[in-house]
């Protein structure tokens, strides 16, 4: 085991359970990395995740305190969790695209409006991959999975002039950020900001699942053909790109978002709000 | 003491704070959205955090995300937002975490009549969320006084047990006003037999222990005790598994935890019943408070008849049920909830008849018709509320 997992991570839970050539691990050891970097020990971080390949794979890795919420609704227990614990101790989640922009949208937005403090690590294989690879909504249009055997059809909420990233800025996400797995410490940069803003933080994570995703949407279960995929359309923010050349989906990557600590962290506006009302009734 | 006039919403509210609650999280919904507005206010006095949440969903998964943390909290709705606890439910269930859940039955089903008093939830209660293995307590106050009471009480089952309890009230008892008496220093809680106890917090490494026993502090994160809490069959140490055998003892404990302490749990009033009586009425709530009156009216003619009220349903009391009776179970529904328990639990040679009404209380009148005719071994007339022959 390597420096990071034998200081942060369960022997029990090493090598993961996810596929070989899964992108997961990429992720996790990103977010572990940037951990690590900001100087934060096993006690500072309570780490939450929810349902699927994310959910599954990474929880209780952590060597410290490890809570899985059912699917979606992490969201909304983690709102409840951040109001109990001291403000110092942070909480991150690895959650899933299904997760994260389906079946726990209305409760992912809420947390945003409230700004609660926050860090989301959105692991997007694309689509429903634990349940053996149906398309969800960052699917890229066209592409099959066992659900759109004729091609992803509905609008999505990465193209067509939609962004979920700005749909969680106008909701009041005080951190934004993109990159996919096979980007390097710009992206442990990315996750270290999210970490450190007082407020709701996400980091969209697009990664390759070779097992169901490649195997449908590319015909080839090789990491190498997924990889190279991700590679071509890994575009950062300020790159240019031929978009009609491309004509595909593409990840713009970098910080999309950085609003940190400009205001009132939900938890702490309710403790403070709180003890003003009981200063007055004393 | 404080004695006042006031409503099962307050006392509901009063009950939770004296029981240490900190945290509530509701959506609003007659007939219990008084709770939450009487939280938003008493709360913050005594340092605790009031929120309405996006929808019940996300309600008791705040709730039970707080309790995770080390808060004592509650959450409050009715039918339709009851439904929709069954997920954060299950989970609480499953993760053994303290917390409290008030339901203010109305009519349903779905919307149904919003400001009438109903019992439509009382099997919903016993099996809130889907799966099965496990073992859910609920109790069912009929006064505001009682509202009080148990609701102190359902904190303190709640922390014992690890498990969400649920106050199954109704319309009548929460909106209704009474008398209700506040205990305000520890001496007089204790005195009114109240009883509080702190949260622990589970040092581990066993958070899930294969045993029956209580008093096992739950899971609370934040302390770096490598906790590990979450929807899946857990090993004793919280890792999710797959093994079955995990599984069995998972499911034994959340099932024999409370069956094997149900003395614990059992509440209920029995009245008349010392000469064996040929009819018992049976009921819990606002319902019970007629059919008291009722028994008592029968008694004064000379009628051998007796009343057994429930004051926890969950898990069923069937040793209560020793009288070879004809039992009348009577209750704010039409298609007959209690009646089958009765009849499952009660000696061989009895009968059970059901008399359901709903939005509405049954009168005394109506009760002495049947009663008299129950004795007399007549039919009981066919109403729209009768259902003979259970
Ligand atoms: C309420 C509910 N609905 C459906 C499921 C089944 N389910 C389990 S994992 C999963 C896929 C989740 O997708 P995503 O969040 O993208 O995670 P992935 O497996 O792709 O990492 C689903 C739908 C569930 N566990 N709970
Ligand atoms: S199914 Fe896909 S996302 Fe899930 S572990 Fe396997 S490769 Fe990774
Ligand atoms: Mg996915």
């Known amino acids: ?282 | 003491m404080k004695r006042t006039l006031d409503t099962g919403n307050a006392a509901i509210t009063e009950g939770a704070i004296i029981a240490g609650c900190r945290l509530f999280a509701g959506y609003p919904i007659t007939p219990a959205t008084e709770i939450a507005e009487n939280m938003s206010r008493r709360l913050p006095q005594v340092g605790g955090y009031y929120l309405q949440a996006e929808d019940e969903l996300a309600a008791l998964h705040i709730c039970v995300g707080a309790s995770l943390g080390g808060l004592k909290a509650m959450t409050a709705t009715s039918g339709p937002g009851y439904i929709l606890y069954a997920d954060p439910y299950g989970w609480a269930i499953g993760s053994e975490i303290p917390v409290v859940i008030v339901n203010a039955q109305r009519v349903g089903p779905v919307s149904g009549i919003t400001g009438a008093p109903g019992q439509g939830e009382f099997y919903l209660s016993r099996y809130p969320t889907q799966g099965g293995n496990f073992e859910t307590i609920v109790l069912a106050p009929n006064s505001v006084q009682e509202a009080f009471t148990l609701t102190v009480e359902a904190f303190y089952l709640a922390e014992r047990f690890r498990t969400p309890v649920t106050l199954l009230a109704d319309q009548l008892v929460t909106d209704g006003w009474e008398t209700l008496i506040i205990p305000e220093t520890e001496e007089e809680i204790q005195a009114m037999g109240l009883k509080v106890i702190p949260r622990r917090i589970n040092e581990g490494p066993e958070f899930y222990p294969a045993t029956d026993e209580i008093d096992i502090p739950p899971v609370v994160l934040g302390h770096n005790t490598g906790a590990a809490c979450s929807d899946w069959t857990p090993t004793a140490e919280g890792y999710d598994t797959e093994e079955v055998e995990w599984q069995h003892k998972h499911a034994y404990r959340l099932i024999y935890k409370i069956r094997n302490h149900k003395d614990l749990i059992t509440r209920y009033e029995s009245y008349f019943l010392e000469d064996d009586p040929e009819v018992i009425l049976v009921s819990y709530g606002s319902p019970s408070r007629v059919v008291k009156s009722a028994v008592k009216a029968a008694r004064e003619k000379g009628l051998k008849v007796g009343g057994l009220r429930l004051i926890s349903l969950w898990p069923f009391p069937d040793e209560i049920f020793t009288k070879t009776a004809k039992y009348l179970s009577v209750e704010l529904n039409y298609d007959g909830q209690l009646v089958r328990e009765v009849q499952r639990a009660m000696p061989k040679g009895s009968e059970v008849h059901f008399m359901g009404k709903c939005g509405e209380l049954p009168t005394v009148a109506e009760l002495m018709e049947l009663i008299e005719a129950l004795i007399k071994g007549q039919p009981l007339k066919a109403k729209p509320w009768e259902m003979e022959a259970w």
């Open chain 1, 1 to 282: 085991m390597d420096y990071l997992a034998t200081k942060y991570l369960r022997p029990r839970k090493i090598p993961s359970t996810a596929c070989s050539g899964c992108g997961l691990g990429q992720i996790h050891k990103k977010v572990v990395k940037a951990i690590d970097e900001l100087g934060l020990d096993v006690g500072d971080v309570v780490w939450g995740t929810g349902i699927g390949c994310a959910g599954r794979q990474t929880f209780a890795t952590w060597k410290g305190d490890n809570f899985a919420g059912t699917h979606g609704r992490v969201y909304a227990l983690a709102t409840g969790l951040r109001i109990a614990l001291p403000p110092n101790k942070k909480i991150i989640l690895t959650v899933g695209d299904g997760d994260a922009f389906g079946i726990g949208f209305n409760h992912l937005l809420n947390c945003a409006r409230r700004n609660v403090d926050l860090t989301v690590i959105v692991c997007d294989n694309l689509g429903y991959m634990s349940t053996g690879g149906q398309y969800g909504w960052t699917t890229p249009e066209g592409y099959r999975t066992d659900s759109s055997p004729y091609g992803m059809w509905e609008p999505n909420w990465m193209q067509g002039g939609r962004d979920v990233l700005n749909i969680l800025r106008e909701a009041g996400a005080t951190f934004l950020a993109r990159h996919t797995s096979i980007e390097g410490q710009e992206a442990v940069e990315s996750i270290k900001k999210a970490i450190l803003n007082k407020g709701f933080s996400l980091v969209h994570m697009p990664y390759p699942c070779v097992t169901n995703f490649a195997e449908r949407a590319l015909g080839s279960r090789r990491p190498a053909v997924m990889y190279k995929w991700f590679k071509e359309r890994t575009v950062k923010l300020n790159e240019r790109v031929d978009e009609k050349a491309l004509g595909d989906i593409y990840f713009r990557t970098g910080i999309y978002y950085d609003a940190s600590n400009s205001r009132p962290e939900f938890a702490e506006a309710l403790r403070n709000r709180v003890a003003e009302i009981q200063r007055r009734f004393r």
